[in-house]
């Protein structure tokens, strides 16, 4: 608990700061993200995930170019149903569930390229992801809490339905480094969601 509480005091800070850089405006982003697994996340749930959001703020520093923060979390969860597993001599039948709490911590920046309607962006977002990972077998789960440092390159576009109002979507790259203790894990994320412009 008092992990999370630090990730969004954190993200709140990013967020407030944020305002700070911005010359010309910024954007709010606010997104529904599912999450496709790669590498040793698709190995240890091939399910992808639908439980996901976002929120993001950006603010111009130039015409083209925004600086700003984005959290996140995403939920993968599979439910294998009963199975058997054998380490050594030790064999183990049970009901075994897996679950990944991957939530992102991130400093933006974005390039956008405008045209008379449809306003789209490249960028890059660097900083943390925490992620708790469990593997549970019964009323027994092998835990996996750890930071780690990732990257995450996006690109996207935003459609105005109104005055200040958008429709915004994404394609992201998801990476949390491997660390001492745990391995990595990747994820492509789209996002669909409102953008407000302010």
Do not use: C
Not at 109 to 124: E, P, Q
Not at 144 to 152: E, M, Q, R, T
């Amino acid at each position: 608990m008092k992990k999370i509480k630090t990730i969004i005091i954190s993200a709140f800070f990013i967020f407030s700061g944020m305002t700070t850089f911005a010359q010309g405006g910024g954007i709010w982003n606010f997104q529904w993200d599912m999450g496709f697994g790669t590498g040793n996340t698709q190995n240890f749930i091939s399910a992808p995930s639908f439980r996901g959001m976002s929120i993001e703020g950006r603010g111009f520093v130039t015409e083209h170019i925004t600086i700003g923060g984005r959290f996140g979390w995403q939920t993968f969860y599979k439910d294998y149903g009963k199975v058997t597993r054998t380490h050594g001599t030790q064999t183990i039948t049970g009901y075994n569930k897996k679950y990944i709490n991957a939530m992102p911590l991130m400093a933006t920046a974005h390039y956008y390229f405008t045209t008379s309607k449809i306003y789209s962006y490249v960028g890059l977002g660097i900083g943390t992801y925490y992620m708790d990972i469990r593997d549970q077998m019964g009323i027994y789960y092998i835990p996996d809490k750890y930071w780690h440092f990732g990257l995450s390159p996006d690109i996207g576009v935003v459609v105005p339905i109104g005055h200040n109002v958008g429709l915004t979507g994404n394609i992201r790259y998801n990476y949390a480094v491997k660390t001492k203790n745990s391995e990595s894990q990747s994820w492509i994320g789209i996002g669909l969601g409102l953008s407000y412009t302010f």
